[in-house]
């Protein structure tokens, strides 16, 4: 599909991020796997990968590009992830591939997060998008509550389980206008282990493909 083309465009462009000789952190999604693909042709330079899932890693290891264990590594150079919904700061939203907490674990780590998007992500404001928050299973309910006293109409992902063993609610209709406040405020939230909100720590790069071009934008 037309989308589909501007996602692989975007994942291409990715590649000069990559750093020879080091190990590539890789995110989940669709667009991400067009960079696995594109990554594969240039693993005999790097050194491996770290993966933000089960999926990502069987796809990079079905390429034979090693997938190291993030507790022994140190430096991250790069890490290469989709996301949702992102606004002109590179605050995202992501989740909707339900791996936003080794996602964010692994962006945390990274030195430079660059984000590859095709142009239908990027919007003026957060949250037509539903904000993924990954809940503790037996939280499930009182955070819900919890959303619903912030404005949101919470929709359980039923039958999805986490590769962590969590489940994820949906928020619908939360219209978010400080990304960073609300990341903050959510996190304090028991029963919550991560929010699909990436505003606190924010991409650095935007690598943006649309029908014109791809272009890429920093803040
Ligand atoms: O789940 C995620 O955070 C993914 O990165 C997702 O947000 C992007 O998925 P897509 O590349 O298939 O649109």
Known sequence: TPQDQLKQQAAKAALQYV?????????????VNFFIDELATIKHKIEGAVSSSEASTKRLRAHGIEVFDLNGVGDIPVYIDGADETNANLQLIKGGGGALTREKIIAHMAKKFVCVADETKLVPRLGKFPLPIEVIPMARSMVARELVKRGGQPVYRDGFVTDNGNQILDIHNMDIMEPAKLEAE????????????FALRPADVLILAAAEGVRTLTI
């Open 19 to 31: 750093q020879t000789g080091s190990i590539v952190g890789v995110g989940t999604g669709s667009t």
């Open 186 to 197: 959510l996190n304090n939230i028991p029963g919550i282990v991560t929010v699909g909100l």
